[in-house]
């Protein structure tokens, strides 16, 4: 059995700006825009979907493959990712490249502002995938390079393996046809509420449409109200969000959710199971700064899960 995680990796900028970005911005000259932000503090950390996703999987006992492309600068990534038992062998590593660099501003309302630089990710995965196994094996296909994103589904498909298809900050970067292809066969589509208004918008088809396409469902996160999970020819399952004691930085909780959700997989559960796994993953997340700066063991994880939802797995 493997876990196949493709997507970005980066180091983050994480800045919090004390005030609210609204009281800065004056709508009516919203078309010539020029704002600054006094910030009060800043740190760097580990990133990239792909990444914050292996991160949390680790925690949770599961060691993925995490396909993605980085730069001359990863080896402290790199070192990180060998002490949790991950291995490098999908990672494409240039070294006329900085890694992907992400600069997250938060205000005081949890209103987000980021600004991406690619760098490393614009050329594409060279990975192959050699030892595929269609009956075992999972894989999510997250924001990366366009043209991973066009070629792993069909790649997936053609080998048989489930995939969870999250195209996210990519969704308006790939055509409609691409967003279709990579729809259509996918085991589940997953977004926030406002990714999945968008990818129907952009597609032209409505939230039955996708989820016929899909093999299993789709799963809209949607921040503190929770998650909602849909599948065919049932009632949409509202799933809670697990209390925090204090929401510290909400930076990576929607990467730590899908951790949580492969881990249900796994364990063969119902997909709203899956779903409130993912949402105590995201907890831990939010209650600490950065994407991987949670930590816990299996015992306390599943201890909180059975106080939030009172049950276990």
Same mark, same amino acid.
């Given at each position: 059995?493997?876990?196949?995680?493709?997507?970005?990796?980066?180091?983050?900028?994480?800045?919090?700006?004390?005030?609210?970005?609204?009281?800065?911005?004056?709508?009516?000259?919203?078309?010539?825009?020029?704002?600054?932000?006094?910030?009060?503090? /800043?740190?760097?950390?580990?990133?990239?979907?792909?990444?914050?996703?292996?991160?949390?999987?680790?925690? /949770?006992?599961?060691?993925?493959?995490?396909?993605?492309?980085?730069?001359?600068?990863?080896?402290?990534?790199?070192?990180?990712?060998?002490?949790?038992? #991950?291995? #490098? $062998?999908?990672?494409?590593?240039?070294?006329?490249?900085?890694?992907?660099?992400?600069?997250?501003?938060?205000?005081?309302?949890?209103?987000?502002?980021?600004?991406?630089?690619?760098?490393?990710?614009?050329?594409?995965?060279?990975? $192959?995938?050699?030892? /595929?196994?269609?009956?075992?094996?999972?894989?999510?296909?997250?924001?990366?390079?366009?043209? $991973?994103?066009?070629?792993?589904?069909?790649?997936?498909?053609?080998?048989?393996?489930?995939?969870?298809?999250?195209?996210?900050?990519?969704?308006?970067?790939?055509?409609?046809?691409? #967003?279709?292809?990579?729809?259509?066969?996918?085991?589940?589509?997953?977004?926030?509420?406002?990714?999945?208004?968008?990818?129907?918008?952009?597609?032209?088809?409505?939230?039955?449409?996708?989820?016929?396409?899909?093999?299993?469902?789709?799963?809209?996160?949607?921040?503190?109200?929770?998650?909602?999970?849909?599948?065919? $020819?049932?009632?949409?399952?509202?799933?809670?969000?697990?209390?925090?004691?204090?929401?510290?930085?909400?930076?990576?909780?929607?990467?730590?959710?899908?951790?949580?959700?492969?881990?249900?997989? /796994?364990?063969?559960?119902?997909?709203?199971?899956?779903?409130?796994?993912?949402?105590?993953?995201?907890?831990?997340?939010?209650?600490?700064?950065?994407?991987?700066?949670?930590?816990?063991?299996?015992?306390?994880?599943?201890?909180?899960?059975?106080?939030?939802?009172?049950?276990?797995?």
């Amino acid at each position: 059995m493997a876990i196949y995680i493709t997507g970005s990796l980066a180091y983050d900028r994480i800045m919090n700006f004390p005030g609210v970005f609204t009281d800065s911005i004056l709508p009516e000259h919203i078309h010539e825009l020029n704002v600054s932000f006094f910030i009060d503090s /800043l740190i760097e950390q580990l990133g990239g979907n792909a990444g914050n996703i292996a991160h949390t999987l680790a925690l /949770l006992g599961e060691k993925s493959c995490v396909v993605a492309t980085a730069g001359k600068d990863f080896a402290r990534y790199a070192s990180v990712f060998e002490q949790r038992g #991950l291995g #490098l $062998d999908g990672i494409l590593r240039l070294e006329d490249e900085l890694t992907a660099s992400a600069y997250i501003m938060t205000d005081r309302n949890n209103n987000q502002i980021t600004g991406f630089h690619a760098a490393a990710m614009m050329t594409p995965s060279t990975y $192959d995938f050699p030892d /595929l196994d269609p009956e075992a094996d999972i894989a999510l296909i997250g924001p990366s390079n366009p043209d $991973d994103m066009r070629r792993h589904p069909q790649l997936f498909k053609e080998r048989g393996v489930r995939y969870i298809y999250d195209p996210a900050q990519q969704i308006p970067i790939l055509s409609k046809e691409d #967003l279709i292809a990579g729809i259509e066969g996918a085991y589940i589509l997953v977004g926030n509420d406002y990714e999945i208004r968008m990818i129907m918008n952009n597609t032209g088809l409505d939230k039955e449409a996708l989820l016929a396409m899909t093999g299993r469902g789709i799963v809209t996160t949607i921040g503190e109200q929770g998650s909602l999970v849909s599948e065919k $020819d049932a009632e949409d399952v509202a799933i809670a969000a697990v209390p925090v004691s204090m929401v510290v930085d909400p930076t990576g909780a929607g990467d730590a959710y899908r951790a949580g959700l492969i881990k249900g997989l /796994l364990l063969k559960q119902p997909l709203a199971e899956c779903a409130r796994l993912g949402s105590t993953c995201a907890a831990f997340c939010i209650e600490q700064n950065g994407t991987q700066g949670h930590d816990f063991s299996l015992e306390a994880f599943f201890q909180r899960h059975a106080a939030a939802f009172g049950e276990s797995v």
